[in-house]
Each structure stands twice: as C-alpha cells, then as structure tokens.
C-alpha cells in the first residue's frame, strides 16, 4: 500500500501534498501579520507543535535512522535509556547482568511494563523486536550496532533464518543474550531506540517479516511508550500523538503532540518565531542561535562528530604528504567560524569526543601552517599544484556544509595554488566502485554509547564503514590491533581508555582527515518549552516530563 496521494489531482496537475506544500507560506504570512500569534489551547491542554523538516512516507519505528527516527521515543520504549548526561536508566528492563567472561548478559522485564492496551510487555516481545529490527526487509539503518556480536544475528540479517539463535526468552521476564566474543558493555548497546520494543503479535508476520502500516492508527496500532498516534496522514505532512493512558512510568504532562512537514528552514524558522510552532524535529542552519536564541540551540554534546575524510586509495590522496599540505593549509578555527559562527557545535581538534579519554588524549592538534604546507605538496610526489587531478568533496549539502566546503577550498587556492576543486551533495551516488571517483567525504562519525574504543572501531578500524568507504580501505595493523584489545577489556579498565587514545595518535600520522565540528544535540525548542533535553541516541531522553510554560 502506498501513501503517495492516490486521489484526483487538484489544478494543473497538482496533488493534495503539492496544494499543501506551495501554499503553507500564503498561510504563514496570513499567521505572521500579528506576530504575537501564539498556540491556541483548550483550557488545561498542553499541546507540543513541531515542525518537521519532510514529507516523510515511512514513520516505522524500525528504521534506526532518518528525520522520523528523532521521534522513536515519543511512542516506543526501549529496553534502557540513556540520560542527557550520559547516564543509563531502567526502563522495559530493571536489571542486566553478564556472566564471568562477558559472552552471555541476562536481562530482566520491569513487571509493571505494559502496552497501550494494557497487556504485558514481555521477554518475547524484546527478543521478537530486535529479531524483526534486524530482519532485512525492515531496512534498519543501524542494528548492527544494537546486535552485531550476537550468536545468529547474520542468521537473520543474510536472509537465511527468521530467529537470532543466542536470543532466547527462557520466561515471560527474563531475556538471554548470547554472544560470538566478549562484550564488556554489550548493554550499553541495547540502550536506545535503534530497535525499539513493539507488541509482536501486531508487527510482525507469520513470515517473521514486517507487517506493512502495522504502525498507523487506523490498523490499530499499540505502542509501548508514552503517547499513541491517533492521526497520521502522511500526504499531508501531518501526525498527531495523544496519551498513552497505560504508559507504565509516568503521566505524560503534554495533552498532545501535532507534528507538520514544514520543508522550508526559513519559513520553519519564522514559524517557530512567530509562536505558531514551538518545536523543531532537525534545524540545522549557520544561524540558528542568532534566529532563535541560544536556549532553542542548546544541548548536550554527544559522541558525534563532522569531519571531512580522505580517500587514500584516489589519486592525489595516496601521497601521504598531499594530505599533510591539505590539512595544514586550513585554518581550522576560521573554517569553524564560517560555518557555525554563533554554535551551537564546537570545534573538533580529533575524532573522540564526549566519551571517556576524549580529555587529555594526547592527540595533538594539527597546526596551520601554509608555508610548512606548500612545501609539503612540492616535495610530494606531485611536485606542486599544477599536477594534481581535480578534488571532488561529496556531502556537500545544507548552508553549513556549503560554507565549510568552500572555505576550505578557497584556503587551498590561497595557499597551495589549487583551483580545479569540484562539489557534489550526494554520497549514496558515489558508493561501491564510484567512490574511486571521490577524494574528500564530509560525513559525521559516532556511537551510540559512551565509550573511546567503539567510538574509533566505528571510525578508523579497518572493519568499520568510514574506513572501508570514506578512507578508501584504510588500514592500520597496529591501530586494530589497539582497538581489538581495548574492546576486550572492562568498562571500567583504564586501559580500554588509553588503548583507545593510543590508536587514535597513531592516525593521526596518518593525515586521513580534516577535523571539523563537534555536535551538540540541540533542544530544538523554543524557550517556553522544558523537558526537551536529548541524548547520544538523537532522542527525548524523557518525552513525558516535556511542558510547556
């Protein structure tokens, strides 16, 4: 079943979605004449109006990526969640304990846990949530990060089996992993909304796939967090979420939340002015703290970061000295201020940030240095500026991007003389074979726990997708083998820091990247609005503590 307007076009060819779209600003201009409007509530209601960044055709919660993914904790819960201060919290289940080696965590079923219709949440719907999370027709962007160690997974994953055979539910509350290696902080990995738990009877089929729209109201969707859709009309770009009455932690404060597709940032940005809207789902503009004050930008830092990678199997980035002049003729504070003049993100000297061993780590920052930088290239294999094939940067979308990109050219041109410098905002188009084409990615890097060895086994091993794709087949022996060890010891081991910092000073020397901003996850909400703090997951650490004042 489709959700593309299938009804008679209205006008010149123009869809019910089109008419919605062309003539939101006509409607938001009418709004803005008296630009104390404010949101007009029923008395005692307390209602939460967001603007959404797409027209988004798929609001599944299994995904584990996308705009509506940032709303995952609104209607799902998960088995534990993270605090804005990086702190975990019970939430499905109470308890989880590993045995001696680390290779088997049991996890306990909160006995209050309950769905919107008021059956139990139980062990089977944890173990058929992350099974279905992972089954491939449900396209789960990230639950190699949720489940990847787990005996059976690539079971599910590779289309062979329906089940992941080290997850079983010996009872109704408790919860048996099994896992191909030892994982120290296995739960810390569970501990988000990347697959949330969902009544399995409802999502998922007798052939263990997805149920299509099994999420919409009108299929009569249950859910496990605190507040239920009761309206979703996707043409048009709105959902509306009330109360779950049986949501088992708390009572939500908000009465409502209405979300609408509003795709324009500037209209988005004066509609959250005005006071028409007083949430955002993703805002990310060069200005956002100068439009709409440092409160709505404001957050926590989490473990992500933005940088531009190179690719060293593409000509001119197989000479490592080309990549020191690239680096070092960037003024990397200037490059900051061009793209993020007023924040919310910090400037990034490394890749590690926000996770233990990010302070003191010893990686030294690299220097500006233009002149040190223009005899780098001519001692290189190139000889100079003259030899070197164009550079094409990929990722290049969104106003902040842009001007990152170009600063950073335009430092080229003024310092080495390079001027055949090309831009694409595309990197899907350049995957697989493609990427030969491609010498610089700007892409972000992170994880979703708190913790220095997964942060670079996901960024600089030679396993990890930034590596394989962005950094060309990196590859540092040494580096695995830091990471490798690091990742076997326990949470609480100084040495799983210190190996961590260990390996990221050895890429350093590698010259594989450009760093560029640290991320802050940002509120997205207006000043009047608490309780909208988010954490390392992108998600409402506590969405029925959110109020409005």
């Keep these: 079943m489709s959700h593309k307007d299938t009804g008679a076009s209205i006008g010149a060819g123009m869809s019910r ?48 990526g996308g705009p509506p993914y940032r709303w995952n904790s609104a209607w799902h819960a ?26 088997e965590w049991t996890f306990m079923v909160n006995p209050d846990a309950k769905f919107s219709d008021g059956s139990p949440i139980t062990a089977a719907d944890i173990k058929g949530s992350w099974e279905l999370s992972a089954m491939p027709a449900s396209k789960n962007q990230r639950i190699s990060q949720v489940l990847g160690g787990v005996v059976g997974y690539t079971d599910v994953t590779g289309g062979t089996g329906t089940e992941i055979s080290g997850i079983t539910a010996p009872d109704a509350t408790t919860v048996v992993v099994k896992l191909a290696a030892a994982d120290p902080i296995f739960f810390m990995r569970v501990a988000n909304h990347i697959a949330p738990i969902v009544k ?68 988005a940005t004066q509609l959250l002015k005005s006071g028409e809207f007083n949430a955002h789902t993703e805002l990310v503009t060069s200005t956002i703290v100068a439009d709409l004050g440092k409160e709505f930008a404001d957050g926590p830092l989490i473990p992500t970061s933005q940088h531009f990678w190179f690719n060293a199997s593409r000509a001119p980035m197989d000479d490592p000295k ?42 030294v920052p690299f220097p500006y240095d233009p002149e040190a930088a223009k005899k780098l290239l001519a001692e290189s294999t190139y000889g100079g500026p003259e030899r070197l094939p164009k550079l094409l940067f990929v990722g290049i979308s969104g106003p902040a991007i842009e001007a990152a990109a170009q600063f950073i050219a335009e430092q080229w041109r003024q310092n080495l003389g390079i001027t055949a410098v090309d831009m694409k905002p595309q990197q899907d188009a350049y995957a697989g074979p493609d990427q030969n084409a491609v010498q610089i990615f700007r892409d972000d890097v992170g994880t979703r726990v708190p913790d220095a060895a997964s942060y670079l086994l996901g960024s600089i091993a030679s396993t990890s997708g930034n590596a394989q794709g962005k950094l060309g087949n990196y590859k540092n022996d040494a580096i695995d083998a830091l990471l490798a060890e690091a990742s076997a010891l326990p949470a609480n081991d100084p040495a799983r820091v210190t190996k961590a910092q260990d390996a990221q000073k050895l890429f350093h020397d590698d010259y594989m990247f450009i760093p560029w901003y640290s991320q802050t996850m940002s509120r997205w909400a207006n000043a009047n609005v608490a309780g909208m703090e988010k954490n390392l997951d992108w998600q409402v650490v506590a969405p029925w503590d959110i109020s409005i004042s």
């Design 17 to 64: 979605r089109d008419v919605l779209k062309y003539s939101l600003g006509t409607a938001i201009g009418v709004a803005l004449v008296g630009m104390n409007a404010q949101i007009v509530m029923a008395q005692g209601e307390q209602v939460l109006k967001v603007a959404h960044p797409a027209f988004d055709q798929d609001w599944s919660p299994l995904r584990g």
């Design 78 to 103: 998960a088995p534990m969640y993270f605090d804005q201060a990086g702190e975990i919290h019970p939430y499905i289940c109470v308890a989880w304990n590993p045995n001696a080696d680390n290779t």
């Design 200 to 267: 399995v009877a409802q999502a998922r089929g007798a052939d263990g796939a997805e149920v299509q729209d099994w999420y919409m109201p009108q299929n009569g969707v249950v859910v496990s967090g605190p507040f239920k859709p009761t309206s979703i009309d996707l043409d048009a770009g709105k959902l509306v979420f009330e109360v779950n009455e049986n949501f088992f932690l708390a009572k939500p404060k908000l009465s409502r939340i209405e979300i609408t597709s509003v795709e324009d940032n500037v209209t």
């Design 322 to 363: 080309v990549r020191q002049a690239l680096i070092m003729a960037v003024n990397r504070d200037d490059l900051f201020k061009a793209s993020f003049p007023d924040g919310p993100h910090v400037k990034a000297d490394q890749i590690l940030n926000s996770v233990p061993g990010a302070e003191d780590s010893g990686f």
